[in-house]
């Protein structure tokens, strides 16, 4: 639910669209371009003689790379024929072609020419609006260079990040997605540590505000050597088998031999000595912590290599959004503590969930606030269970539909295709919480000021429609692959309710944050008949199947002390907010006081709901 609302009144600005649109040159283009003329002005509508009564110019991204061939802004206004002018007076960018309108949005792209900051407008009349633009030096692209084949232990090599524009003013950050086999460096030193394969990352970092994405290059460095295909393995009741692989880099031919420290956990089964791959098999009710080794013997001597293998009876998977995903709202200054503990506590276990194949002692890492892990802690006092999350911000049932599918990886979440439908095989339990961005992603941005209720009312339906036939293919996949599994599902609750319990700050923001505000209270009888329907749909399937379970959380997130409600710091230092909660304008800044996402007491009330229909199908 991150691109839900995503700070509510920001999402335009923060969430992205086409509204702000950026294409890689993929060169080193220089940083100057032949300078344009100092005055531009391109007209929109320009047959008409009428002024606007509303006017508004923004960006998704207020901070272009000098590298990016084209980049825009969207103007809005009505009445729709009114006679609009859009100028910049700069020759830091060039404006590229004509506005072209995009469902009742203008589309006014340029092109930066030089590094620095420029102001782009848009009149009508005596009525004027504008955004500051920078063009910085920011890495919109990033290579790395220096790896050709296996080195060996202990031995090191440099690595370089070649990054475009180049040079750049971003922060190059390296990691290693395993420091037990390579370690790397600031300087992008990678020093061998044993035998295996290690993905080194660069990640270009910036500080400045409208940034909309870190990037990051990579690339997998084998050390020579002899190793297995994962540094762990889960079985469970599940597991008809777990495949293993034992790697050789570096060393020609040999046998491979297989043995389980406990066959009363599991055992080893070879598949072939050639093709050094066996299979790990369960052993029915066995629970407890085993290793499997593989020893190669070749001409030229004898290697080992080794794998911790965890045995539990029963595993859980946390399916889903962002909620699902333990993500959490971003302090605004201060402390910001909830419960005793602060929401960048939450905050970060969430970003290391997403980031847990970069390093992290457990790839599987669930964010461990999220009401998944808080459910598993629940019900772990009674039975040894094992949670897996899959879960990802925005994700609509489109996205796991796709993410169900047996070749699917992503790189972050899920690097071995199909792991996510292989976890799906061997859950006990599965949590779902899933189609609230399905309909209300429809209301962010500048959707909220540039659509008519009607709109809404029409666009919420087709999408509900569309949400059922997803939810419908979901169930089917997740029962073809495990016909015993329990699904249990949540429902979606409504943050227009919780955006009217919040103290809306007295003062009255100019166009268009104050019209944002006054048109989420407009659109919140609209959605809540929806939700109504997506939730009553949810009911009624878990009503039709014995392995399905609504979960009713919706009746149990009804006030603002269960999210990040920061009505309390709408007064403070603009300065000390996180540059992700402000909205730009004309070099002021407006701070966000709502948003939707659980914290702490919101993800236990969904915890102890979900335990209550666990514990009581």
């Not at 190059?172 to 460096?185: L, R």
């Not at 072939?272 to 369960?282: E, F, N, R, V, W």
């Not at 979900?610 to 514990?615: D, M, P």
């Amino acid at each position: 639910m991150k691109k839900l609302f995503a700070a509510l009144v920001a999402a335009a600005i923060l969430c992205g669209g086409f509204l702000f649109v950026s294409c890689d040159s993929g060169s080193d283009t220089p940083y100057i371009i032949p300078a344009a003329s100092h005055y531009q002005q391109r007209a929109i509508q320009a047959s008409s003689g009428d002024t606007a009564t509303s006017l508004s110019v923004y960006a998704s991204d207020t901070n272009i790379s000098i590298a990016e061939t084209e980049a825009a802004v969207g103007v809005s206004f009505s009445p729709a024929n009114a006679k609009v002018t859009v100028s910049m007076d700069t020759d830091v960018a060039t404006f590229k072609g004509d506005a072209e309108k995009i469902d009742d949005t203008w589309v006014v792209r340029f092109t930066p020419n030089k590094l620095g900051e420029f102001t782009i407008s848009a009149q009508s009349g005596l009525q004027t609006t504008s955004i500051k633009i920078k063009v910085s030096a920011r890495a919109s692209k990033i290579e790395i260079k220096g790896y050709e084949s296996p080195i060996e232990k202990n031995s090191t090599l440099r690595l370089t990040s070649v990054t475009t524009p180049n040079p750049t003013t971003s922060t190059i950050q390296w990691a290693s997605s395993d420091t037990n086999v390579a370690t790397v460096d600031q300087n992008g030193l990678v020093t061998a540590k044993s035998a295996g394969v290690a993905t080194i990352t660069a990640t270009a970092v910036d500080n400045d505000v409208g940034r909309t994405a870190p990037v990051t290059g990579y690339v997998d460095v084998e050390v020579k050597g002899f190793f297995l295909s994962d540094t762990f393995f889960v079985l469970c009741n599940k597991d008809v088998d777990d495949d293993v692989e034992a790697k050789a880099v570096g060393i020609d031919g040999g046998t491979v031999a297989w043995t389980s420290s406990n066959t009363n956990l599991f055992t080893v089964e070879e598949i072939s000595t050639d093709t050094k791959k066996a299979k790990l098999k369960y052993k029915n009710s066995a629970n407890g912590l085993g290793e499997v080794t593989a020893t190669l013997t070749t001409a030229s001597g004898t290697y080992t290599a080794k794998a911790t293998v965890i045995v539990v009876p029963y595993t859980m998977l946390a399916l889903g959004d962002s909620i699902a995903a333990g993500y959490a709202p971003k302090p605004m200054g201060g402390d910001a503590k909830d419960d005793g503990m602060k929401e960048q506590d939450m905050l970060d276990a969430y970003e290391k969930y997403l980031n847990r194949r970069k390093g992290g002692t457990d790839p599987n890492y669930v964010n461990e606030f999220c009401y998944s892990a808080k459910l598993k802690d629940y019900l772990a006092t009674s039975k040894n269970i094992r949670l897996f999350g899959y879960a990802n911000t925005g994700d609509q049932t489109k996205d796991l539909i796709a993410k169900l599918a047996p070749d699917y990886s992503d790189g972050t979440i899920a690097t071995k295709k199909g792991e996510i439908l292989e976890a799906v095989k061997q859950a006990d339990y599965i949590t779902l919480c899933i189609g609230a961005n399905d309909i209300l992603q429809r209301a962010t941005g500048w959707n909220l000021l540039a659509k008519d209720l009607d709109w809404f009312r029409n666009t919420f339906t087709q999408d509900l429609a569309t949400f059922q036939t997803n939810f419908d293919t979901i169930l089917t996949k997740i029962f073809a692959a495990n016909s015993n599994t329990k699904v249990y599902v949540m429902s979606v609750y409504s943050p227009y309710i919780l955006f009217n319990q919040t103290n809306i700050p007295a003062e009255q923001f100019g166009p268009p944050w104050g019209d944002f505000v006054k048109k989420i209270i407009d659109v919140n009888g609209i959605a809540q008949d929806s939700l109504a329907e997506l939730n009553n749909y949810i009911s009624t399937k878990a009503a039709a199947n014995a392995s399905v379970y609504y979960v009713d959380v919706a009746t149990e997130i009804n006030s603002v002390n269960d999210v990040a409600e920061h009505s309390k710091l709408i007064n403070a230092d603009p300065s000390k907010f996180n540059s992700t909660a402000l909205i730009s304008k004309g070099g002021s800044v407006v701070p966000i006081w709502f948003d939707p996402h659980p914290r702490m007491a919101g993800a236990v009330k969904i915890a102890d709901k979900y335990k209550t229909v666990v514990n009581n199908p």
